[in-house]
């Protein structure tokens, strides 16, 4: 692995996982008087009372302090904050949790199959894309549940203006099964081989581009299956390439932490964070979440292009090349120019990641296309039939 100038390494394998150097990480104290505005640390976890910090934030000055310190604490801290009463009227959480609940009856009733992150498909009530559904059909509800100043403040911190919302809800039924341990998106979402491809760079700027969170919609208890963290996991560099491994998943299994929730209560951190829904053990608890994936606004490129209709123009030139005998690789550099890598956004209610954490790319689905010797036409209608299921 050759260093860069500031000595670390330009890339990672599962090579570079060390558990010790890890545990050195996890082990660290979170230091309550580093954060003056926290209420407590609770099993190495920022505790923050929502009124103290409204209190606090008043100001533009006192604003920016506060939000400094909630990205200390993200970033080099135990990466993760509860707000307790992050949301102060109960029944803009009751009326919320009205408009979910009838979300998730409505899709029950439609027969659709729901796919998952990190648990097994159907165990749960999830809903996809809730943030437009809800938009669509409770608007008044929707208003007064985004307005909320706690979402605000926090999103702001870790990702400036213009950041993006998504959220996804997550009932855990008595019974649940726990999830799996993990990190999440952007590289979280990788196969091992897919996430060791990317520099240690781009390691490094994954977790400073989406801010992860849940709010409580009932209360919480432990029993319930509250989210297990793992505190200052953020911070180990190969983690994207750790959490899959054996020895990691004991040593989470051993040391995670779980804190108790109540309704109108949040919980934000650092994407990078080992982490995972917890096994619902009550006999009558259904705990819900509303699950926020915020996104920088900078995740975007800069010129709209349609590349389906540049894979159209390009899939004939690329059978061509091939059957001459041009090489693999420089069959997928045009590939990789032509189409869109990434498979994400999309809408996981019509291309859930059913087999995988994420579904096929349209540069998947054209290598594929190269690969087996489609015809053009079916190319362009799967190509057709993608863009669809992305549509919300």
Request: aromatic share 8%.
């Amino acid at each position: 692995m050759p260093p860069t100038e500031a000595g670390s390494a330009t890339w990672l394998s599962e090579g570079d996982c060390d558990l010790d150097e890890f545990r050195s990480l996890t082990e660290q104290r979170t230091e309550r008087h580093a954060y003056p505005s926290a209420e407590r640390t609770e099993q190495n976890v920022l505790v923050y009372a929502g009124d103290r910090i409204r209190d606090l934030s008043v100001t533009p000055q006192g604003r920016r302090e506060v939000q400094a310190e909630l990205v200390r604490a993200l970033l080099d801290g135990p990466g993760v904050v509860v707000l307790k009463g992050a949301f102060t009227d109960p029944s803009v959480v009751d009326a919320a949790s009205g408009a979910f609940n009838a979300l998730i009856e409505e899709e029950r009733s439609s027969g659709a199959s729901r796919g998952d992150h990190f648990a097994k498909s159907g165990a749960n009530d999830r809903v996809w894309n809730a943030l437009d559904k809800m938009a669509v059909r409770a608007p008044e509800v929707f208003a007064d549940y985004y307005a909320n100043d706690m979402l605000a403040l926090v999103s702001e911190a870790w990702l400036g203006p213009g950041y993006q919302v998504t959220s996804q809800i997550n009932v855990v039924n008595p019974g649940g099964a726990a999830q799996r341990v993990h990190r999440d998106y952007h590289l979280g979402f990788l196969s091992q081989e897919r996430a060791a491809a990317y520099p240690a760079h781009v390691h490094r700027l994954s977790p400073v581009l989406t801010l992860q969170g849940a709010v409580a919609h009932g209360d919480m208890p432990v029993e319930s299956g509250p989210t297990l963290f793992l505190p200052h996991s953020q911070k180990y560099e190969p983690g994207y390439l750790a959490w899959r491994r054996p020895e990691f998943i004991a040593y989470f299994e051993e040391h995670h932490v779980q804190l108790p929730l109540e309704k109108g209560d949040a919980v934000f951190f650092n994407p990078a964070l080992f982490h995972g829904a917890g096994h619902n053990y009550s006999a009558d608890t259904k705990r819900m979440a509303n699950l926020l994936q915020i996104s920088s606004a900078f995740g975007r490129a800069m010129e709209s292009v349609d590349r389906a209709a540049m894979a159209d123009a390009l899939f004939p030139v690329l059978l061509r090349r091939k059957e001459e005998g041009a090489a693999e690789s420089w069959l997928r550099r045009v590939v990789a120019v032509t189409a869109e890598g990434y498979p994400f956004p999309t809408n996981l209610d019509l291309d859930p990641p059913v087999d995988g954490l994420a579904p096929p790319s349209q540069a998947d689905t054209v290598w594929q296309a190269v690969a087996e010797g489609w015809a053009p036409d079916r190319l362009r209608q799967e190509l057709q039939a993608s863009a669809k299921r992305r549509r919300s």
